[in-house]
């Protein structure tokens, strides 16, 4: 076939499993009509017993499910209608399972008859994943069409729908159930999700916006509530930026912290700059919850780059102490104000502004954050993303013949040389130089927080902007360097293998954001971003901040994100 039949071939079978009693009367109306499509919109197709339970997060699932007063079967079915009618209204899922799903859904009931107790911690809980975990029964496509019917582009390698990520097993050990991979950007290196199989995936709160990228569909899947926790993947910022984007909670652990074996990827064998595994939830303790989980299943004796870890209580209850202490209990926050490029939009400062005054309020040191300068260790970061030229992607292109879209054709669609061993040596080299500036310079905030220690954390933007715009044109300047799409906020996490987290804080109100009027950019980049501000667009938009940590503080920083979530529950979200 030619790759626009084998595409729709694709599209058409994954539409086909959605059961004819939960596809919509009629199509969802556009964006300019309707153009937030959670809450009420899509409560309508549902039952009050289907919204009870899919509005319910992970945590309080968990609470039902193991002790046997709600059942895997109901719950699992409760999800899969959601997801499927999310699906219908912004494109969000690359494989349906509901099948199988409800199938396990039986057998998890059946086991808790007759043996009074649960399979595992998640006994029940529905689990998404992003299109880059392998899942029995189901394919990987990863976005690429010349990846359908094959195993990553190859065929008659025997592990065509039989082979399983780690994770994967590891989720259905603990007794949670798999039913739905979400969509991504074909080759996953891009901040909006779209591929030449199901097209774009929107983000269901604004439609006029990007639901972000590569974790994209888990982001808009969740946003929906046809999932109350998935697992994305993030190599400069692709749980963040959907987790933003979406409202939700999400978290990137340091490399080692959580089982990749077992993944599908892009340029896989490049080890400068790991792509990590983490969650997205609708809550702090959903994130939580399956960490701990995870963890609990000792995953370091499965993959030989997790590192032997356990959850630990004490780094997460150190901080609770400090707050609880009161008088002299204090923590320090670095807040970061620019990267130095590009000036944040107007939703973004009110966000910042939110979060400093709630830190002030609570009676936390605030220090403005000066670190290394993030063009340095981004130049690095990009450099390792064209070790191999694109061949690796170009190759997989290639099998069908499709092109690549938006921002992938801008970064990829040239072949480049490879680099050398010597070159690649000299930026490990450079790495490691920046990642010791960054740490020296953290160590010597210790002198400004006035607690006798380094800042505990940083507070700063995961992009400059509340989410990206589909129909921008990614260069607007007369300098063709200029990326919108490229925040160096997210990215420069990344290359430090900093444990951080997203927390929501806001929406963007077009009567309070207005446009910066006579507003000058520094350069071209900070040009490109400040165009693309629009009130009216981007009015409702979810405005989020991240919290970033030191390597392996996954516990602190969901610690210090309960804290500040907390005391934001004020604010509307």
């Given at each position: ?248 909670y999400g978290i990137r652990p340091s490399s080692g912290r959580v089982p990749y074996e077992g993944m599908a990827n892009s340029m896989d ?185 380094p800042v505990d954390a940083v507070i700063a933007p995961i992009a400059p902007y509340a989410a990206a715009r589909p129909d921008m044109d990614?260069?607007?300047s007369d300098d063709p360097t200029a990326k919108y799409s490229m925040p160096s906020f997210s990215t420069i996490v990344n290359l430090l ?77």
């Amino acid at each position: 076939m030619d790759w626009q039949t084998l595409a729709k071939t694709k599209r058409d079978s994954v539409n086909a499993l959605i059961p004819p009693s939960w596809r919509l009367p009629s199509p969802v109306p556009p964006a300019a009509e309707q153009r937030n499509v959670t809450g009420k919109y899509i409560q309508q197709f549902l039952s009050p017993r289907e919204i009870e339970i899919t509005e319910t997060d992970a945590v309080g699932i968990v609470k039902q499910t193991t002790v046997g007063s709600w059942t895997a079967l109901e719950v699992t079915e409760a999800f899969c209608h959601r997801a499927a009618l999310a699906h219908q209204m912004v494109n969000c899922l690359h494989e349906i399972f509901f099948e199988a799903a409800l199938s396990d859904a039986r057998k998890m009931d059946e086991y808790y008859v007759k043996n009074g107790k649960p399979v595992g911690l998640l006994h029940g809980l529905p689990v998404s994943l992003k299109d880059q975990f392998h899942v029995k029964g189901v394919e990987t496509t990863m976005g690429y069409v010349g990846w359908i019917n094959t195993f990553q582009g190859t065929t008659g390698t025997g592990k065509e729908r039989v082979f399983e990520s780690e994770l994967a097993s590891t989720l259905r050990r603990l007794g949670a159930i798999l039913y739905v991979k979400t969509s991504v950007p074909h080759t996953l290196m891009a901040g909006e999700t779209m591929n030449n199989i199901i097209t774009y995936t929107w983000n269901p709160t604004n439609r006029f916006l990007s639901c972000g990228g590569s974790s994209g569909g888990e982001g808009a899947l969740i946003s929906l509530k046809g999932s109350p926790v998935g697992f994305g993947t993030d190599i400069g910022g692709s749980i963040r930026v959907p987790a933003a984007f979406n409202g939700l909670y999400g978290i990137r652990p340091s490399s080692g912290r959580v089982p990749y074996e077992g993944m599908a990827n892009s340029m896989d064998g490049q080890n400068t700059l790991l792509s990590v595994v983490g969650p997205l939830a609708t809550s702090v303790g959903a994130l939580k919850l399956v960490l701990k989980c995870v963890l609990s299943q000792e995953p370091w004796l499965r993959d030989p780059l997790v590192a032997e870890i356990p959850w630990r209580d004490e780094q997460e209850n150190a901080v609770f102490d400090i707050v609880k202490a009161g008088g002299g209990g204090r923590l320090a926050f670095g807040i970061m104000k620019t990267d130095g490029a590009v000036n944040f939009h107007p939703p973004v400062r009110r966000a910042m502004d939110i979060v400093v005054k709630t830190v002030e309020k609570l009676g936390h040191r605030i220090v403005d954050w000066e670190p290394p300068c993030h063009q340095k260790g981004l130049d690095l970061v990009f450099q390792t993303w064209l070790f191999d030229g694109g061949t690796d992607i170009h190759a997989a292109f290639a099998l069908s013949g499709e092109p690549m879209l938006g921002p992938i054709a801008s970064a990829y669609g040239t072949l480049k040389e490879q680099y050398t061993a010597s070159q690649i040596a000299a930026i490990n080299i450079g790495k490691r130089a920046y990642q010791k500036e960054y740490m020296e310079y953290w160590n010597s905030t210790s002198a400004l927080t006035g607690t006798g220690r380094p800042v505990d954390a940083v507070i700063a933007p995961i992009a400059p902007y509340a989410a990206a715009r589909p129909d921008m044109d990614p260069v607007l300047s007369d300098d063709p360097t200029a990326k919108y799409s490229m925040p160096s906020f997210s990215t420069i996490v990344n290359l430090l293998d900093y444990s951080t987290s997203v927390l929501p804080v806001t929406r963007a109100d077009k009567s309070i954001d207005v446009v910066d009027s006579g507003y000058t950019p520094q350069n071209s980049q900070d040009e490109v971003v400040h165009l693309a501000y629009d009130p009216e667009i981007y009015d409702g938009a979810h405005v989020a901040v991240q919290i970033i940590g030191r390597r392996f503080q996954e516990e602190k920083v969901l610690a210090l994100t309960e804290i500040l979530g907390d005391a934001l529950e004020n604010h509307q979200l």
